[in-house]
């Protein structure tokens, strides 16, 4: 696992304190979305659709100040939109460090090269670079021809100044086992930190509906791509949540784990799905009707997810809840997962990967929509 040691400690003296407090509902990472501005308009993207006015929204350093503070997680991830594009980006992440908080700064790194000199390396920050495969996947993922060129250049010049750089991919299906086995060696030559992965949830808003992975079709995807691994590989996110989406171990979603924050205030319940907004994280907990959520409680919009947002705070949970978990995540984490029927699946053909009818068109309209809006921020 390719987690820096000081804040894989900072994680479990977390959790052991949670625990020795008798504290059930505890968050690991904030999701701190600062804006839903993009200079991208990705067909799989739940968050780029809101109307102009909400678009040129931004929240205050101090807005985000009082919600790392107010929620105490020890990690803050930083998505959006793209949060290069936020003005005061600089100062945020600023007071975040000053505030000990590891900071993942997800961006599709298309500003990242320009906008670099505004921060410092430090352990407390890595840049999360959105790369979801070699060329022609993150190109049509993100619908931007010579995207995938732009984000490793930003890999590129960030892990040349000495930043803290991992990557964050996200699967649909028709991904190519094999393409993303070799995504993933190009990473690591590049010089990454460590890779997240995650199956993309089937956002109601986005313009791409036909390629969202059901539960089944997840496990089989991540079961051919993660078994017989490479040891190169490097993971920055927890071995036992891989095993989950590879089949091996069944969890149950516990949303509080990575609460979201935004320009509405604080996301009821998860990072996905907006039924309604807290002003303070404590209403968020005590308001919530968490019962209502995950796959077991029946509710539609959660039936099909395996997201990290949901899942890996349980897996995190679990490693360093007990002795029997902290084994399990050392096994995990020198395990290849030699599996001959896994490699099998890697010679089926792979469904080409085509654009539906009318996305490109609804891209192109997007894109010139937050062209307009931006203009009319600035
Ligand atoms: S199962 Fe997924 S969509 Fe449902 S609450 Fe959990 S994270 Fe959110």
């Avoid at 496990?219 to 791509?225: A, E, G, K, P, Q």
Wanted: aromatic fraction near 12%; include cysteine.
């Amino acid at each position: 696992m390719a987690v820096p040691v000081s804040q894989m400690w900072t994680v479990v003296t977390y959790v052991l304190k949670q625990q020795w407090a008798g504290r059930k509902q505890y968050p690991f990472v904030l999701m701190l979305e600062p804006l839903f501005r993009c200079n991208l308009a990705c067909a799989g993207c739940g968050k780029i659709q809101y109307p102009a006015h909400v678009l040129k929204m931004n929240l205050s350093p101090e807005d985000c100040f009082r919600a790392v503070d107010e929620c105490g997680a020890p990690m803050v991830s930083i998505p959006g939109g793209e949060p290069l594009m936020h003005p005061e980006i600089d100062k945020i992440v600023e007071g975040l460090v000053a505030r000990k908080k590891y900071i993942y700064l997800c961006t599709n790194a298309l500003l990242l090269k320009e906008k670099l000199h505004l921060f410092k390396p430090s352990k407390y920050l890595s840049f999360s670079v959105h790369v979801d495969g070699q060329k022609e996947h993150h190109d049509f993922s993100v619908c931007k021809e010579g995207g995938y060129e732009q984000a490793i250049e930003g890999i590129r010049v960030a892990v040349e100044a000495g930043f803290r750089v991992t990557t964050n991919t996200t699967l649909f299906d028709g991904a190519d086992p094999k393409s993303v086995r070799s995504f993933f060696d190009e990473m690591m030559d590049l010089g990454v930190e460590g890779m997240m992965l995650s199956p993309g949830y089937s956002y109601d808003k986005a313009p791409d509906q036909q390629h969202f992975l059901g539960r089944g079709r997840t496990r089989r995807l991540f079961r051919s791509i993660l078994s017989n691994r490479k040891a190169s590989w490097k993971f920055n996110m927890s071995p036992l949540f891989l095993e989950f989406l590879m089949g091996k171990r069944h969890y149950v979603c516990t949303p509080w784990g990575m609460p979201t924050y935004n320009v509405f205030g604080w996301q009821k319940p998860c990072y996905l799905l907006q039924d309604g907004y807290t002003d303070t994280f404590a209403e968020l907990l005590a308001e919530t009707k968490w019962e209502d959520y995950g796959t077991e409680s029946g509710n539609p919009k959660c039936a099909n997810c395996m997201v990290h947002s949901g899942y890996e705070a349980t897996a995190v949970s679990h490693q360093f809840g007990s002795w029997k978990g902290f084994f399990e995540l050392v096994r995990a984490n020198f395990a290849l997962y030699r599996d001959p029927e896994a490699a099998k699946l890697l010679e089926e053909p792979v469904k080409p990967v085509h654009a539906p009818a009318g996305l490109v068109q609804l891209t192109l309209k997007t894109e010139a929509k937050h062209a307009t809006s931006e203009l009319a921020s600035h």
